[in-house]
């Protein structure tokens, strides 16, 4: 766990990419969530509480090779009238049965047959392809009785946000339409990706409000008017007694598909016959059971020959036939399974929390756990998404907040990596030259500790080292000599401390102050002192005799040490920071050092007894220090 960069701007960068996201949406990640629901659809698999009594008879290549096409209205007339003695519930004849294929007497034939079981015939609406298409005030005389099963538009300027027809394509003959119990139209309007989600549940043409083939069924079904039902635009469609169906802005009910192709119970047509011939003239009891599902059911009857008419493509399938489409949507209406995109404001929230969260694991986070935890919160969002579609049928969008996630998160991560290097330089300016190399990568693992303008109080050891008669040595020596030669001194003495654990502080001239303990923590930060005070006196001694060999003066130095209680921290501004400790415990080591003995060690009482040395061994003597008073010292051999 590490602390953020800044509150404020970890705050700014999620509301940002919340509304980055929320603009984008409406254009650039349209596709991408409806490729993310088509998704969910797959892996939410078969829906096991779809209705069994809606049936598929698929007109299919076998039916087609073995009855021809088109196929001849007394081959219809003979399976609507073998379907007749299953009772199912009603038929969708969702085929366009429009021009006379040979006799009149067996479209009459046909007809006849469609008085025995309501059936619900299809036709075809042209949509307009350019705006300025004109569009009909009425119907054309040519649909007078279609017109019967559609309302009149509530409004003589036609109803916004439904789709608006430019005329009938395809129209049953008329010798059928007598015989329907209804029409619908089967006009499928594709997202913009050419994929089946929805189909419009209502569209106008002529001043008339046209329902589709599914809800048609519906209607009859439940022996409903158009004009009873309460139809919002855009928003809902409610039938007497049941729950509105959700619309979206163009009147589209979105699907809720149970599978893929085949869902339903199905038979190709050729199936279909040979079992009602066995039934019907054979007895053959395996061939009744068979067709057991027909009865009380809605039989959808339509072409899904490839060859015949294209597949489009749906979210659990890419050749979806249209028939099962049809089937989709009676299901979906028959047991209130609806779908509900969510609204804009739900999608607003969803994408403001997890922005919020993205935020959170960039700035709380290393990079790679932060990774690992935005994944996690991804899929723990996707897969509520997925739990909520499937129990709910509710639509929440998800790429535009799992965008927001992700650019939160990369956007705390860049800010928090170069806070992070920014104060990392900051600590190498102050720390590394006074610092070992090891201690120095442990403040920079977390630069904050030492960062802070806060001062802290810490209980440490401090050292203070001084050459006698420095001063005096600076007038007798060339300057050049005598420099390169404190430097070396110095040199040496930091690499003592380094190794004890110490830090560096300062050098005053030829003086040196370190201190133990802080701001890498170590208990022994006495004994560490001691020890870095004797190797110095002892190192200092094979420097004079090396130093004598080459002729060059002798340095001779007084060390004093203290533990106590300081305060620590950073003082300074941008450009210059240093990092330092001061109060008593400090004057004090520094008055141990000017009272000590020539080449000697002076400790006070605190480092002697924290240090663990024997006071047998040390000489004891009264120091006089300003503000402090008169303390015990003890002389330590080196």
């Not at 609204?343 to 919020?356: D, R």
């Not at 924290?610 to 004891?620: K, Q, R």
Request: proline share 6%.
């Amino acid at each position: 766990m590490r602390r953020g960069h800044g509150r404020s701007s970890a705050l700014i960068a999620a509301v940002l990419w919340t509304v980055v996201a929320l603009t984008l949406a409406p254009r650039l990640l349209e596709d991408v969530e409806l490729w993310a629901y088509d998704t969910r659809q797959r892996v939410r698999g078969s829906d096991l509480h779809r209705r069994d009594d809606v049936v598929v008879v698929a007109v299919d290549a076998q039916t087609t090779d073995v009855f021809g096409w088109p196929i001849p209205r007394a081959r219809w007339a003979e399976c609507l009238a073998g379907l007749s003695t299953l009772s199912p519930r009603q038929i969708g004849l969702d085929l366009f049965l429009t021009h006379h294929l040979c006799a009149p007497r067996d479209d009459t034939l046909l007809a006849e047959v469609l008085g025995v079981i309501p059936t619900v015939m299809v036709i075809g609406l042209d949509l307009p392809v350019g705006k300025g298409e004109r569009l009909p005030q009425e119907p054309s005389p040519a649909d007078s009785l279609l017109v019967r099963w559609w309302h009149r538009s509530p409004s003589s300027r036609g109803v916004r946000q439904v789709l608006h027809s430019s005329g009938v394509s395809e129209r049953p003959l008329a010798v059928l339409a007598r015989g329907a119990a209804g029409v619908g139209h089967a006009t499928l309007d594709p997202d913009r990706d050419g994929v089946i989600r929805r189909i419009p549940l209502i569209i106008e043409y002529g001043g008339f409000l046209v329902p589709s083939f599914s809800l048609a069924l519906l209607l009859q079904r439940e022996g409903i008017e158009l004009g009873e039902c309460t139809f919002l635009p855009g928003k809902s469609l409610t039938l007497p007694g049941r729950r509105p169906i959700p619309l979206d802005a163009r009147s589209r009910m979105i699907l809720r598909f149970s599978g893929g192709p085949e869902t339903f119970t199905t038979f190709t047509l050729v199936e279909l016959m040979g079992l009602l011939e066995r039934a019907l003239l054979d007895e053959d009891e395996a061939a009744r059971r068979a067709l057991e599902p027909i009865r009380g059911a809605t039989v959808i009857i339509g072409v899904t020959d490839p060859a015949q008419m294209d597949l489009p493509p749906t979210p659990p399938h890419p050749r979806f036939p249209g028939p099962e489409i049809h089937a989709t949507g009676v299901d979906n209406l028959l047991r209130c399974a609806h779908v509900h995109r969510a609204p804009w404001g739900m999608g607003a929230l969803a994408t403001l929390v997890l922005s919020f969260v993205g935020a959170l694991v960039g700035t709380k986070l290393r990079p790679i756990a932060g990774a690992v935890a935005a994944v996690v919160a991804a899929l723990a969002f996707a897969g509520a998404s997925t739990v909520l579609d499937a129990r709910m049928g509710l639509w929440i969008p998800t790429v535009a907040p799992l965008v927001a996630l992700a650019g939160s998160v990369g956007t705390n991560v860049t800010l928090e990596r170069r806070a992070r290097e920014r104060e990392q330089r900051l600590v190498k300016d102050a720390f590394g030259k006074y610092v070992s190399p090891e201690a120095l990568r442990r403040l920079l693992e977390d630069p904050k500790t030492v960062l802070g303008r806060r001062g802290e109080k810490k209980s440490i050891t401090i050292l203070f080292s001084d050459v006698k008669g420095f001063s005096a040595l600076c007038e007798e020596h060339e300057p050049d000599a005598l420099l390169t030669q404190l430097n070396e001194y110095l040199g040496e003495m930091t690499d003592i401390v380094f190794a004890c654990g110490g830090t560096v502080d300062k050098f005053m001239g030829d003086g040196l102050m370190a201190f133990f303990g802080h701001p890498v923590p170590v208990r022994d930060h006495a004994r560490r002192a001691v020890e870095a005070a004797v190797r110095m006196q002892g190192r200092l001694r094979e420097l004079r005799e090396r130093w004598a060999r080459e002729g060059k003066t002798a340095f001779h130095v007084r060390i004093g040490i203290n533990t106590g209680e300081v305060i620590a921290g950073s003082m300074g501004g941008g450009r210059k920071l240093d990092y330092t400790v001061f109060g008593r415990a400090v004057n004090l080591a520094q008055r141990l050092e000017s009272n000590c003995d020539v080449d000697g060690v002076l400790v006070s009482k605190e480092t002697l007894e924290l240090a663990g040395l024997d006071p047998s061994l040390a000489t004891p003597r009264s120091v006089s220090a300003k503000n402090i008073g008169t303390v015990v010292a003890y002389q330590i051999p080196t």
